[in-house]
């Protein structure tokens, strides 16, 4: 009910004072999984998307916002349009939007361009733990294990306590034959996996609906439990999951 209020009130207020940056204001609000999750709502975060585009087609990161619900809503070819037609516009102003393009690209298989998006993002946050371990990803997917430990070793020191990069440093280091550095890794992912919660999860996939978030993490878990088994059973873990 009081989410509804909110809605109405929204409604209301942009009827009264229609603008691009207030459409998109409201559109980040119901995209906002971490600071807003009883609002988060991807409709209406399109909706306004689409009202503040239409006021100004030229507003900073409109297409990256138009592209991030394309992708959410699994439209690739849509939000690979979106992204493409923003970085056409602003380039280097908006690096993340090489991040986006990348996601997008290596969820379509096209591996190779996803890798130049992620290495032209991280140029610019070489510490984005999140960039690396879809970077690392989509290198694994295109074969290349001992690119994705390079990439991994090179934050892991950062961050040496995350499931995510030690999983995925597992994977690379199976693949390169090395076990026993392999299973440090997972065990150390396995350590790491019992400390996170539902809300560490949707912090790592932002924008995501906040409802699955327990669905996610479950599924986390599980992978990880699942390539300790497999290294339990002298097996390597496959690079393509």
Request: proline residues 5%.
């Amino acid at each position: 009910m009081q989410q509804m209020l909110i809605n109405h009130q929204e409604d209301a207020w942009y009827a009264k004072h229609p603008s691009a940056e207030l459409a998109y204001e409201y559109g980040e609000y119901h995209l906002n999984s971490t600071l807003h999750p009883l609002s988060y709502n991807i409709d209406r975060a399109e909706h306004f998307f689409q009202l503040a585009v239409q006021q100004d087609p030229h507003l900073p990161y409109i297409y990256h916002e138009l592209a991030h619900v394309a992708f959410l809503t699994d439209d690739l070819p849509v939000a690979l349009a979106y992204i493409d037609v923003q970085i056409d516009e602003q380039g280097d102003k908006t690096p993340s939007s090489y991040y986006l393009r990348g996601l997008i690209e290596g969820f379509m298989g096209n591996y190779s361009d996803a890798e130049k998006d992620y290495a032209h993002y991280l140029q610019y946050d070489p510490i984005d733990w999140a960039a690396v371990n879809d970077y690392a990803w989509v290198l694994l997917k295109d074969n290349k294990p001992a690119s994705a430990d390079v990439a991994i070793e090179a934050v892991l020191k950062y961050f040496p306590s995350n499931a995510w990069l030690l999983n995925s440093d597992a994977i690379a280091l199976s693949e390169l034959g090395d076990a026993t550095t392999a299973r440090e890794r997972i065990d150390a992912a396995s350590q790491a996996v019992l400390s996170l919660s539902s809300a560490t999860w949707s912090r790592a996939y932002p924008g995501n609906d906040p409802g699955i978030a327990d669905q996610g993490l479950t599924a986390f878990k599980s992978a990880v439990e699942k390539n300790m088994h497999t290294l339990d059973s002298g097996e390597r873990i496959p690079a393509v999951q």
